[in-house]
């Protein structure tokens, strides 16, 4: 019967650019302390049921419960507002879960509530990776690995955690190559492989495949190349 909806945020932007450089100087008031999050809950419509008298909310988030009831009237909107930090007072970077109950109260039933309940994302504080007194060079990113956010310079936020996931074929081209892995060297989508079955990576970016009786090396720049040929009888690649 109710709905949620993140208020259309008043933000402030500013961008100084420097002489003779690509860098640029970047101001958000959303990333500043004072700035709180705001969630809006329409808690009726135009229209309500009869028979109702109250409007019971509660809202809790990394444990801090705010509680509120309204007498029932029609459009009733009620605007949460956030200051970013759990019940310790300590802050709340990345993303935090809210979960939003709003509870119906009847004349010919006071005595029982009808709850309805559902979560909702919010957006805790941003990382600063320049520190320049709240501004940032528009260049300067930084990762919130905990919430999987890249937090750019210039102001906007890539949610690497809710981008679905990518599968792409590095190697191989679908068909089976020769024992003896003769031009096996080359471009990795033209190359052939034969029963893969281990896979490691390399500090430089490089994929080592256990490729039946070869161990071959992905390089970073797309080239595959075979660094060691077991005999046939042993194919163990551990």
């Not at 949620?4 to 402030?12: A, T």
């Not at 961008?15 to 302390?33: H, N, Q």
């Not at 509870?103 to 005595?111: L, N």
């Not at 080592?208 to 797309?222: A, K, T």
């Amino acid at each position: 019967m109710y709905y949620i909806c993140d208020d259309e945020p008043m933000v402030v932007q500013e961008e100084i650019s420097f002489p003779s450089s690509f860098v640029k100087l970047s101001y958000l008031s959303s990333r500043t302390s004072g700035y709180k999050t705001l969630l809006r809950i329409i808690l009726t419509h135009s229209t309500i049921p009869p028979g109702i008298t109250k409007v019971h909310l509660t809202i809790t988030i990394e444990g801090r419960l705010a509680q509120k009831w309204f007498p029932a009237a029609i459009n009733l909107i009620y605007t949460f507002a956030w200051n970013k930090t759990d019940i310790y007072g300590q802050k709340v970077s990345g993303l935090a879960e809210a979960i939003v109950s709003v509870g119906y109260e009847y004349e010919s039933c006071p005595d029982l509530i009808l709850w309805e309940k559902r979560t909702v994302t919010l957006q805790g504080f941003e990382l600063d990776a320049s520190n320049l007194g709240g501004w940032s060079l528009d260049k300067h990113h930084i990762l919130n690995t905990q919430s999987g956010i890249v937090h750019k310079g210039n102001g906007e936020n890539i949610f690497i955690a809710q981008q679905p996931a990518v599968v792409s074929t590095v190697m191989g081209n679908g068909h089976q190559r020769s024992v003896s892995c003769t031009n096996c060297n080359g471009p990795s989508h033209s190359s052939k492989l034969f029963a893969p079955v281990a896979l490691a990576s390399g500090t430089d970016g490089s994929i080592y495949i256990g490729d039946f009786n070869f161990v071959r090396r992905l390089l970073p720049s797309g080239n595959s190349i075979s660094i060691l040929e077991l005999r046939n009888r042993d194919t163990r690649h551990s």
